[in-house]
């Protein structure tokens, strides 16, 4: 019988070394492996037997969390890489090349967004941005050279839903080899699986839930073995080398663990402080998929577990005082990136979102004045009462 989530998350990945039978991985400092004799190493290489070479090709820490990350996700593989960035280059110059096109939804990282329309735009890649919460969208939008339709659900920063069954459908009934790829970093499989909703392919930042300690910067790929198999062996390899260091991977296992505890906190902290915020008069608009005011809430219930740690608001106020605001919050870290145990604002037009236009961010549905919140694991009735303080003064 298949183990629980909980479970996977802990035992999946564990090596035995007879003789030591550490409870915990160790750690396989090494760049390289020896090799009993010549004909071994040819072998190896040749792929006649499987076994360990050189670490930028694999290596017994990033190994077991690219199992636990397929366990989870309900992957055939996964694989880790350096950084979210590097997962994301690495599958894209794998299932890319020049005169192919990419289809893409126009909420997106600020450098998934930088390097989707000035770095693939660059190598022959034809690169269309649509906004992908209407479905209809994508569908007209597809085209006989398109090889992979790329989205985030939800979209950083602005919270926006993608219908992933939906979208999967529309995309393998034009074309059943176009590549469908997730973002899952804001949900992770605790909270939302997309290949058990259609998509073939899924990407993490893995600096952010999935290790969950804001120590690390590391990220992550999962799908089919075969399309896994040649973005290790091609895409990895040969064209991004963005590989894992075995202490980063050995992080990421440790956090791991404790996934599912980790994100039902964040959601339900995240939840409180949703509501709260949406009650406050200087709060013009809250962005929380859990809030029944959220467009898609729907959407979110059929589709995710639970609604996750990242919050988004616009205040009544000017920009100076929008400003004041976040600088004098005290608990909360005036800090890019998310997912950590504590809970981190950031302003995404001049930060995480400045690698677009003011143009590119009104028709992407960015607002300029856009207060991004990933709430952390403190006490909630802390965390508001820094956001009421912060209030106050404006
Ligand atoms: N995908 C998403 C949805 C992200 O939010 C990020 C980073 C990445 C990919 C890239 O991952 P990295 O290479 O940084 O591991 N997002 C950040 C953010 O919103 N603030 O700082 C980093």
Same mark, same amino acid.
């Given at each position: ?67 636990? =990350? ?6 055939? $593989?996964? &694989? @880790?890489?350096? *950084? ?7 599958? !894209? ?116 839930? =999935? ?6 910067? $590391?990220? &992550? @790929?999962?799908? *089919? ?7 290790? !062996? ?161």
């Amino acid at each position: 019988m298949k183990k629980g989530f909980a479970t996977r998350q802990i035992h999946t990945g564990h090596i035995d070394l007879p003789g030591i039978s550490p409870l915990a991985m160790p750690i396989f400092q090494t760049s390289t492996f020896e090799f009993d004799s010549a004909a071994q190493g040819a072998r190896r290489f040749s792929g006649e037997e499987r076994g360990y070479i050189y670490t930028r090709l694999g290596n017994p820490n990033s190994a077991q969390i690219g199992e636990k =990350l397929a366990a989870l996700e309900g992957a055939e $593989a996964a &694989m @880790a890489m350096s *950084s979210g960035m590097g997962a994301i280059t690495t599958v !894209m110059w794998t299932a890319l090349r020049a005169g192919d096109h990419l289809l893409a939804d126009d909420a997106l990282y600020g450098c998934t967004y930088s390097f989707f329309t000035h770095g693939l735009t660059r190598f022959g890649v034809e690169v269309t941005l649509v906004d992908f919460s209407n479905p209809e969208n994508v569908k007209s939008a597809l085209r006989d050279n398109t090889r992979a339709v790329y989205f985030e659900s939800p979209t950083n920063p602005n919270l926006k839903l993608v219908d992933i069954a939906a979208v999967s459908e529309i995309a393998h009934a034009h074309n059943p080899d176009v590549k469908v790829i997730v973002d899952n970093t804001f949900c992770t499989p605790y909270l939302q699986r997309p290949l058990e909703l259609g998509a073939d392919v899924v990407v993490h930042s893995a600096t952010k839930y =999935l290790n969950g300690h804001g120590d690390v910067i $590391a990220g &992550m @790929a999962a799908g *089919s073995a075969e399309f896994i198999g040649e973005c290790t !062996m091609f895409g990895l390899k040969d064209m991004t080398g963005a590989v894992i260091g075995p202490f980063e991977a050995y992080l990421i296992a440790r956090g791991m663990k404790t996934l599912d505890i980790r994100m039902a906190r964040h959601s339900a902290n995240a939840m409180e402080v949703a509501r709260y915020l949406e009650g406050h008069p200087k709060v013009k608009r809250v962005l929380y998929p859990g809030l029944s005011s959220h467009p898609q809430y729907e959407l979110a219930k059929r589709q995710m577990k639970d609604f996750g740690g990242m919050v988004s608001i616009e205040l009544n106020a000017t920009r100076s005082e929008s400003a004041e605001f976040i600088n004098s919050l005290e608990l909360c870290t005036l800090a890019v990136s998310l997912g950590d145990a504590e809970t981190l604002v950031e302003h995404p037009a001049t930060m995480t979102h400045s690698t677009y236009s003011p143009e590119a961010l009104l028709e992407a549905n960015i607002p300029e004045s856009l207060i991004r919140f990933s709430i952390g694991l403190e006490d909630p009735e802390d965390i508001i009462a820094d956001i009421e303080a912060g209030l106050s003064r404006i």
